[in-house]
């Protein structure tokens, strides 16, 4: 089998990504190791930024995320038992982002390009990409029913997420350079059937340790609370989880209300960034490239992001023959990923209490948060990063 770009991974990178291809009379095979189900039942991300929002519509897959997503015009920091409201409208000139979850962003991107003829190839595995500083690099694979196939293709793109094989074939040390950094802290996130506690997202500086209030419809909601990095789902009951969420969060003008949990989960905090984001002919995007700490709710609206201006260098490529856009997609993307990690890890380090303070650290970040809060300039900056920059 012959395509254009054969595209490793069908998460919201290698999904949109076909579907821009698409747009662009650019033929693409999807390789998802899990089921259609699977993909389109794991809870992950839930806030987009005004960007991805934008580019839905624009793409002909806006009709749900406009009737169902919960458009939120400001989130609210709160420290010293108080609320301090960040204004999206006033600060960043109407921009906004939109509570919708990922698997019904999944859900949209899988349904029209089905409805486009696309081809997506769910439940397979063993997928090698061979020769991608060729012009013709191969994928082998194992079909869903476990026959081997072969697709041919001029370009690759690994889109595979945080466990990539694609990105190891960017020879480390001397083309590749990894950046990591471990937090000493996660997240214990939960889902939970209940009414919402807040109309906007609450994150929560708290001398106990950080806590996120925030929600997923109007029956369902998010709550994240910081925890060790070795803690265990098994160290908290319902009742313990609703009673720090209380201690954490509840105070003047914010009382968080209880429900029924159904899920529990922690969530590591990793920063990673690798580069150059391709070699030859195969080029990585979203997490199979870098991941951030959830606290700027970015890593989805990352991978978009990068697939917008790999899509622009492919559709070139194909046009004109010109290697000029594809050359440059590293450097096109990396600015706002690292401005994004930086971001993501200033949210964070703001909020989350610090292994061995004793006291001196939480005093400093009450203060930080005052300074922000109080400046038109500070909140700017929290509101413009938190909507997303434009993509142009
Ligand atoms: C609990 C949680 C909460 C989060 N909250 C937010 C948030 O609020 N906002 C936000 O923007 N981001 C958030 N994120 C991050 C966000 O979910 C990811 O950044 C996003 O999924 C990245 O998309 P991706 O397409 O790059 O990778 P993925 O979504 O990981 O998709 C990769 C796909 O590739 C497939 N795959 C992997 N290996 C292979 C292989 N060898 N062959 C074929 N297929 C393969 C996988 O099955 C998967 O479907 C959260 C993540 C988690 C875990």
């Not at 076909?18 to 189900?37: A, M, N, P, Y």
């Not at 012009?135 to 026959?147: E, F, R, S, V």
């Not at 609370?225 to 098994?234: E, F, R």
Request: charged share 25%.
């Amino acid at each position: 089998m012959n395509t254009q770009v054969g595209i490793v991974g069908g998460g919201p990178a290698g999904l949109m990504l076909s579907h821009l291809l698409h747009l662009k009379g650019i033929d693409s095979v999807v390789l998802e190791s899990r089921t259609r189900e699977e993909v389109e039942g794991t809870i992950r991300a839930g806030v987009l930024e005004q960007n991805t929002v934008d580019l839905m519509v624009d793409t002909g897959l806006g009709d749900r995320v406009k009737r169902e997503g919960l458009t939120h015009h400001g989130i609210e920091l709160r420290f010293g038992g108080r609320g301090h409201r960040i204004d999206f409208d006033e600060l960043t000139n109407g921009r906004a982002v939109t509570v919708y979850p990922q698997h019904e962003v999944l859900k949209d991107l899988i349904a029209r390009r089905l409805e486009d003829d696309g081809d997506i190839r769910f439940g397979v595995s063993d997928v090698q990409v061979h020769g991608h500083t060729s012009d013709k690099p191969k994928i082998t694979y194992l079909d869903a029913d476990g026959n081997e196939q072969t697709l041919t293709c001029a370009l690759v793109a690994g889109c595979d997420g945080s466990r990539t094989s694609t990105r190891g074939l960017i020879p480390e040390t001397t083309v590749r350079t990894d950046h990591f950094r471990q937090y000493p802290f996660a997240w214990f996130g939960i889902l939970a059937e209940a009414p919402p506690s807040s109309e906007e997202l609450i994150y929560a500086n708290h001398p106990r340790g950080f806590a996120l209030i925030s929600t997923r419809t109007p029956e369902v909601q998010r709550h994240y609370l910081q925890v060790d990095p070795d803690d265990s789902v098994d160290n908290w009951s319902d009742d313990r989880i609703w009673s720090e969420l209380h201690a954490r969060v509840d105070g003047e003008g914010a009382e968080i209300k209880d429900g029924k949990i159904f899920q529990k989960s922690i969530l590591q905090f990793r920063s990673f960034v690798c580069e150059p984001m391709q070699h030859g002919n195969l080029f990585l995007a979203g997490d199979a490239a870098h991941t951030v700490p959830p606290t700027g709710a970015k890593g989805m609206n990352l991978a978009i992001a990068d697939v917008y201006f790999l899509s622009k260098a492919m559709s070139e490529y194909f046009a004109t023959r010109s290697r000029a856009g594809l050359e440059g997609y590293t450097d096109s993307v990396l600015p706002r990923v690292w401005r994004t990690q930086h971001f993501s890890w200033w949210m964070s380090s703001m909020l989350h209490r610090l292994p061995g303070d004793t006291g001196f650290g939480h005093k400093r970040q009450v203060a930080e948060l005052d300074m922000v809060t109080r400046s038109v300039a500070g909140r700017t900056l929290i509101a413009e990063n938190y909507v997303g920059t434009p993509l142009g």
